[in-house]
T-cell receptor, first 112, second 115 residues
Framework: GQQVMQIPQYQHVQEGEDFTTYCNSS?????IQWYKQRPGGHPVFLIQ???SGEVKKQKRLTFQFGEAKKNSSLHITATQTTDVGTYFC????????????WGLGTSLAVNP | NAGVMQNPRHLVRRRGQEARLRCSPM?????VYWYRQLPEEGLKFMVY????????ESGMPKERFSAEFPKEGPSILRIQQVVRGDSAAYFC?????????????FGPGTRLTVL
């Protein structure tokens, strides 16, 4: 079945360092969404990417959608302790495969 | 506009009892999704419902679990004869009608503990 792999599973950084998480799908996606879940909290929608090669920025966060619409990345510049949490990607299947498939998430820890 | 509401926030059950989890979607939302999350793990899709219809229950265990989203009232996830392995956080999410590709708005979750 369709799968979305997310790497790394865990990442520990010093405050001020950059961080990137990658998302790879086994099939072409219609779009991809990113969510953040703080420890003890619930997932919160961050952004949606739809177009091939699309790049979107939110302050220190940069999101990319691959040309083939099978992979995506989230890059955080100069991490802060408020960035701590788990980042999930979730992709909608293309064509008849109308299902939101979730990655397992990347847990980010930031040392002050 | 109130967000997605879930209750109870915490639920403790003994093995063999029933657990009933409620989810009220955001106003105007007609799509409801249920997810299970074990500690330190990702979200596992369980079921997708629209009003009075189960659209996709491919993630739901075949036995003991059921879900409904009646015409009136909240969506209910019901777990019969709970076992220790059912202990997890159960999240409900909703999205508006129209495109299936909309973002999902999550509730705060119900933390179920089975003793």
């Amino acid at each position: 079945g369709q799968q979305v792999m997310q790497i790394p599973q865990y990442q520990h950084v010093q405050e001020g360092e950059d961080f990137t998480t990658y998302c790879n799908s086994s099939t072409t996606l219609s779009n991809i969404q990113w969510y953040k879940q703080r420890p003890g909290g619930h997932p919160v929608f961050l952004i949606q990417l739809v177009k091939s090669g699309e790049v979107k920025k939110q302050k220190r966060l940069t999101f990319q959608f691959g040309e083939a619409k099978k992979n995506s990345s989230l890059h955080i510049t100069a991490t802060q302790t408020t960035d701590v949490g788990t980042y999930f990607c979730a992709g909608w299947g293309a064509g008849n495969n109308r299902k939101l498939i979730w990655g397992l998430g990347t847990s980010l820890a930031v040392n002050p | 506009n109130a967000g997605v509401m879930q209750n109870p926030r915490h639920l403790v059950r003994r093995r063999g009892q029933e657990a009933r989890l409620r989810c009220s979607p955001m106003k105007g939302h007609s799509h409801v999704y249920w997810y299970r999350q074990l500690p330190e793990e990702g979200l596992k899709f369980m079921v997708y419902l629209q009003k009075e219809n189960i659209i996709d229950e491919s993630g739901m265990p075949k036995e003991r679990f059921s879900a409904e989203f009646p015409k009136e009232g909240p969506s209910i996830l019901r777990i019969q004869q709970v076992v220790r392995g059912d202990s997890a956080a159960y999240f409900c999410a909703s999205s508006p009608p129209g495109s299936s590709y909309n973002e999902q708005f999550f509730g705060p979750g119900t933390r179920l503990t089975v003793l």
